[in-house]
């Protein structure tokens, strides 16, 4: 019997570009609110500025979200998801729903 190669598992690599806490909740931003400012994401998530950072261009690396400039001077862009990003509402639906069925409210 082979053992499976599960360095290439597809499961592991999506959990590699969004599996923290922080990306999944920054995620829920954007399917709640939709365009996303970084100073807004911020002000929701309480996150330090470059922990944002930091999951926002991992977030852009994989093609999740893109960064859209709204203003020239000064220069301004907030973040939208990609289709690649979009795709992901099944899969964060589904985890609404598990959290509402199996785990308590928080007070």
């Known amino acids: 019997m082979t053992t499976p190669n599960r360095a ?9 570009v969004m599996g923290d806490q922080w990306s999944i909740l920054i995620l829920r931003e954007f399917f709640l609110e939709g365009p996303r400012r ?6 929701m998530l309480g996150l330090s500025p470059n922990t944002l950072s930091n999951r926002l261009k991992k977030l852009e690396n994989a093609g999740i979200v893109t960064r859209r400039a ?3 001077n000064p220069p301004r862009s907030d973040y939208v998801l990609t289709e690649a990003g979009k795709a992901l509402g099944p899969v964060m639906s589904a985890l609404h729903d598990w959290g509402s069925a199996h785990t308590p409210d928080v007070t």
């Open 70 to 72: 709204y203003s020239s």
């Open 8 to 16: 290439n598992c597809p499961i592991l690599r999506a959990t590699n």
């Open 38 to 43: 970084f100073q807004d994401l911020q002000d």
